[in-house]
Structure formats: C-alpha cells, structure tokens
C-alpha cells in the first residue's frame, strides 16, 4: 500500500505570506477572527501592525480591504472560505471587483474541509458565487508548490483575486522543474486520449489515481488541473473536448456553476462530448472530510466509476469492486460501497486522509477552529 | 484595464475648472465667513441647477437626495478636501467616499465644479456606453474612490482607508457621506465598532440625515433614533448640524478632536431642498421632473 505524504496547503500559503511580506511593506493581513484557522499566528507575530483582525464582521472586513487597497496597501483577506464569501458576497462583487480593488481575497478551509462541522460550514457555493462575477479571477491551487506560486502572482499582480487554499491533506501533484502555477493555465498532468479528467483543487491527486486505476484497465485518461477557473484555460478545454472521448470533471464544490459547468460551458460551445459533473450537489450528510468524499464520489474510484460509464464500459470488467453498475448521476452512487473493494488495495481509498489534521480538530474539542476562532 | 477607461471614452482633468476651483479655495482661505457663505452658497445653487437639468435630460436620477447632499458635497470638496483634480490618484489626497451612491449626479456634478472632468460630459449622464452610470464607477469616473450604488459600503471602505493611510504615515483624511436610510444596513456599525476600537481619528461620516427614505419616512420604516447616542454609544465623537448652512457644516467637520476618535457629524437636511414642491416629499426619491416641473424648479433655484 502506498502511502503519500500529504499536506495542508494553509501553511504554505501561511509560509508565503511571510516571505511575501518581508520583501513588501505594501503587504498586509486582513482578517476575522481567524488568526488561527487562516494560520496567520506567524505573520502576525512578525508584523503585528499589519495584521488587522477586524473580528467576526465580514461585511466589514471586505470593505476594510477594498479600503486599504485604496490606501495603497496590499491586503490578504483571510477567512474560512464559507464566511467569506457567502457573508461579503456582495462587498466582493462592487467594492473589490466592480471597483477593481487590488484586494487578494482568501478562502481558507474551502469545499467539505469542516467535515463533520456540517453543510453550514461547508464552503461548496463558492466557486459558483465567484465564477459568475466579473473581473474576478478565481484560483484553486492543487498542492502547497501551486499554493506558493499562486500567491507570489497574486502578490506581484495588480488587481482582485479570489484564492481557494486548501486545508484537507493533499500529496504533491506539480510536476518537478516547472513553474507550479500559471494563471489562467490549465496543467496536463497526464496524457491520454480516451477520457479527459479535468479536475482541481483537492480532486486533482484523486483524478490522478483515477487514470492509474483506469490504465490497470485498459483506458487511457488524460488529467488536466485547472487552477484558475476563471478565467477559464479555454483552449485546454477544447482540446480535450476534440481529442478525447469524453469529460469528467470533479471538484470539491457544487458542479452546478462551479468547474463542472465552466468546462461544460466550453465543450457544449465547441465540440459537445459525453461529460460527467463530479461534485456534491447536496447537503452533505454528518461526517468527516474523507467520508464526506466517498459519499459524494470524490474519491479515486469514484472518478474511475463514472469515467468507465461516461465511456459506455460499464464496470463489469472493474470485477468484484464494489463499484456500483447502475446509476450514474450523483449521489446514489454513494461512495460507502466502495470500501474494502479489490481498488481498495491500491492505497487509493479514502482512509489515508481520515485521520488529518481537520479530524483531530474537529474532534479533539478544537470545533470553535473552524473559522471564528475562539 | 486602466482605470477611467470605458466604452464611452475617457473622463479626463478639465483645466479652466481646476483653475476657477483654485481660485476659488485660495478666496475661502482669506475671506472671512460672510463672503466664504456666499461663495459656497452660489456654487451649491450651481450644482442644485445642473443636477435638475441633467436628471431633466436623462430620465433617470435621484432628485429628492442629490439635493439634499448638495450641500455636504458643495462645503466639503468647495472648503475642506485636500485633493488634486488634475491628479486623482495623487496618494495623499484626502478621500471622499459617498456611501449613498444614488445621489450621483450631485456627485458627479460637484467632481465637475473642481474639474475632475469637464462639466458637458454631464450631458451623456446615463446615456448608452457613457461613463456616468446611474451610481458611480470607480473604473470610471476620476475622483470616485470606490464604486457605490448598494446601501451600507461606504463606511467599511472609509474604515479600510483610515487605517491604511495612517500604516503608511499619510495625513490624509477620509470623510465617508452616508443617507440615513442605508444606516438600517448592519454593515455600517460593523465598521462603526471598527472605527472606534482602532481610534480613526483622521475619519468623518457626515451622514445626510434627510428623514425619508425610498418609501417612506425613516422614522416609520425603522427608525433610527436615538441617531446621536447610537453613534455615541458605538465610540464616535458625535455633532448635529444644520445640514444646509454650510459653514456649521464646515467648523462641525473640521474642529480639532479632544481625543483619538471617529467623528460622526449629522447634518440635519431637507429632501428636495430648494425646490418647494419637493421639499420633504417621499416620492421625489427618485421622480424625475417633467419640462414644467423642470422650469419651476430652475426659476426656484436661480
């Protein structure tokens, strides 16, 4: 069984900040009582008049950036992914977009990351929220090298941004040697001409595993990681559409205005091929991140699963797996029936993450972390 | 993107009214208070008429609270900011946020009498492509500091900017003009408990206290009295004026502070003010004036 190490991407956007800011006094923090869960502890203890914790108010704490911006401040707008936008949705979209403020916006702890915090925690809306506004660019790093690089662009570019940084565990998916994150660039991990599996975010290392469960049988996937859903790496998109047979998409957020429907958007416009939207499309259910995950079909086989049915293989050759043979839109695939089957063997399940830092968080009475902390 | 670049062309600095502006300021610095009155008074009566005109041409505006702005806006860009209209993003000007931004044309029009952009562009108000939209654009309009339109904005920028500009060591000021009715957005006293816990001394709302709001007086909708001891309780130095003597205006924004505090001026106005047929009258919210109603009111305000 292998087992990856994996990571929480807050701390190197945590790490980053710090360096960011050394080189920039421009450069400020700006959050909701959340120094803890935004792990700006570091930043600030080295600048502490730069970190303006404006307490449980987001309304407020959007605004103050779009006025620091004015100032001619740099600010990092820090909360839990969920509070932020859905709280301040309307400050992001006239005093940060509209008024193209130079205001980094960061969601922290995105998609089901509060696990058994339950769906008022969950931050799945978001990239359908943010999508849809304009002059907003909406960046989902995959891995903490992605993290880095995409914070750096967002420090070094003039104007807003929303940043969707990761707190459940993720393995290393950026290739070695090249530049980890290129805005509005999707990345082909993987070739193949088959399927395509366009994934983000936390799907990414899961969408790579799908196509190693796929090769074991005889279909090549390509995998693309788009980190920037918007704008969106049209062209990527398109090739897949044309050189592959069909398009999975999967991300830790509704499909419906998130990822799944912004490449939809592309290959219905260019090229239409069979597609399959993964992502929760319901409140979730009580449970940890991992479980979460399965339940949805965000997991490796789950990917796999609705790869092979989006082909027309149907899943007898995948044997004893547990992988259901009928149904193929969402939820009533539910990923319990996946446990303990033959891909299970593969290291590829959902339990190398049950045990992350969010479950001993959520469960260790540390709940008040999850985004107001204290 | 640049900044101040639309579909409808370019706003740009208008030369001879940055000149008659600076005039204009260098005369209020060494007159004493009747003249300063009278110069303030002609150049609000200026604005009252273009704002009528162009709410006339355009079909569209908010008659009932660009008038009763005018005079915040006339006293403060007239007599208190420090700004440089040929340079709006000079870093150390002092900013003005208008928080209700339906009043844009009162906006717009006064941003003309210092020169940000030639007064005839006020023509092409709410006209196809143009950059004058029906609440300000920060993209679009020089002078604007961030875009408004939606109620309850304007503080927690305001806020952002006071202690943005005091991290940099800047003596610019920050002055947030804020309606009455949009104080029922909570968001403002989020950024009221900021203000006063961070001591933004620099920072001033001037709120347009008008007592009406799109459908009907505040006082009925939700009200909001005690106005004065709600920002008192919430940390703020708190003074009432007359929101249309522009002088009580101007000492109550520019008084010295005893302490390390926001300051909240409440500028008791008049909706629709100068024009009787309008005065205090809720439906001229946002009515436009027909050609008739359009001549009375220039007759009135001449």
Redesign the interface.
């Known amino acids: 069984m292998i087992v990856e190490e994996t990571h929480d991407c807050r701390d190197a956007f945590a790490a980053e900040l710090v360096r960011l800011a050394r080189a920039d006094s421009r450069i400020v923090a700006v959050c909701n009582d959340s120094v803890g869960s935004s792990k700006l502890a570091a930043f600030a203890q080295e600048f502490p008049d730069r970190l303006i914790n404006v307490g449980i108010a987001e309304q407020d704490m959007v605004g103050i950036g779009a006025g620091l911006a004015n100032a001619g401040l740099v600010p990092f707008v820090c909360g839990a992914a969920t509070f932020l936008t859905a709280r301040a949705l309307e400050q992001i979209k006239a005093d940060v977009a509209y008024s193209l403020a130079n205001v980094k916006l960061c969601g922290m702890s995105p998609g089901l990351a509060y696990g058994a915090l339950g769906p008022t925690h969950h931050s799945t809306e978001d990239l359908s929220w943010l999508r849809a506004i304009a002059d907003l660019p909406v960046v989902v790093p995959a891995d903490p090298a992605q993290t880095s690089a995409a914070i750096r662009w967002a420090a070094e570019t003039t104007g807003p941004v929303f940043l969707r940084i990761g707190r459940f565990p993720v393995p290393d998916v950026s290739p070695p040697g090249g530049p980890a994150f290129a805005y509005g660039r999707a990345a082909r991990l993987r070739d193949g001409e088959d399927a395509t599996l366009v994934a983000t975010g936390t799907m990414v290392s899961r969408a790579l595993q799908a196509a190693a469960l796929l090769a074991e049988r005889g279909v090549e996937a390509r995998v693309v990681n788009v980190s920037t859903i918007s704008p969106l790496d049209r062209e990527e998109i398109i090739a897949a559409a044309r050189q592959t047979r069909a398009v999975v998409t999967a991300e830790e957020a509704v499909p419906t205005g998130g990822l799944g429907a912004a490449v939809a958007e592309v290959v219905l416009e260019t090229r239409p091929v069979p597609m399959r939207l993964l992502g929760p499309r319901t409140f979730a259910p009580t449970g940890e991140t991992a479980f979460l995950l399965e339940h949805f079909g965000l997991t490796a086989e789950g990917i796999a699963r609705s790869t092979l049915d989006v082909l027309g293989l149907g899943h007898g050759d995948l044997g004893n797996t547990g992988l259901g043979t009928t149904g193929v839109e969402g939820g009533d695939l539910g990923g319990r029936g996946l446990e303990g089957g033959d891909l299970g063997t593969t290291g590829l399940g959902g339990g190398d993450h049950s045990g992350g830092d969010l479950g001993g968080a959520g469960h260790g009475g540390g709940l008040a972390g999850a985004g107001h902390d204290g | 993107?640049t900044?101040t670049q639309t579909a409808g062309g370019l706003l740009l600095p208008d030369h001879d009214a940055i000149g008659e502006w600076r005039r204009l300021r260098d005369r209020l610095a060494h007159a004493d208070r009747a003249a300063s009155a009278a110069a303030l008074a002609a150049l609000a009566g200026g604005i009252r008429r273009t704002v009528i005109s162009t709410i006339h041409a355009a079909g569209l505006g908010h008659t009932g609270g660009d008038l009763s702005v005018t005079d915040i806006l006339t006293t403060l860009y007239g007599a208190v900011l420090r700004i440089d209209p040929a340079r709006p993003d000079w870093?150390e000007r002092d900013?003005l946020i208008l928080s209700k931004g339906h009043c844009s044309v009162a906006l717009y029009t006064t941003l003309t009498t210092c020169g940000f952009f030639p007064a005839d562009r006020l023509a092409t108000f709410a006209a196809p492509l143009s950059p004058l939209n029906g609440h300000p654009?920060?993209?679009a309009v020089p002078g604007v500091?961030?875009?408004?339109?939606?109620l309850?904005?304007g503080?927690?920028?305001?806020?952002?900017?006071?202690?943005?500009?005091r991290?940099?060591g800047?003596p610019a000021r920050t002055v947030v003009v804020l309606g009455d009715g949009e104080l029922q957005e909570?968001?403002n006293w989020?950024?009221a408990?900021?203000a006063a816990h961070r001591g933004l001394s620099s920072l001033t709302a001037v709120i347009d206290r008008n007592g009406l709001q799109q459908g009907a007086r505040t006082g009925d909708t939700n009200d909001l009295e005690p106005l004065a001891d709600k920002w008192r309780a919430f940390g703020w130095e708190v003074a009432e004026v007359d929101g249309h003597d522009h002088l009580a205006l101007l000492d109550a924004v520019t008084a010295p502070r005893a302490e390390p505090r926001p300051r909240c001026v409440i500028a008791r106005t008049v909706k629709g003010r100068g024009v009787s047929f309008m005065e205090d009258r809720v439906e001229w919210h946002h009515k436009v004036p027909d050609a008739e109603q359009t001549r009375m009111a220039l007759e009135e305000l001449r």
């Open positions: 993107m900044l870093p900013r654009s920060r993209k500091e961030t875009s408004s339109g939606p309850g904005h503080l927690p920028v305001g806020v952002g900017v006071a202690v943005g500009l991290l940099r800047s909570g968001s989020e950024a408990m900021t």
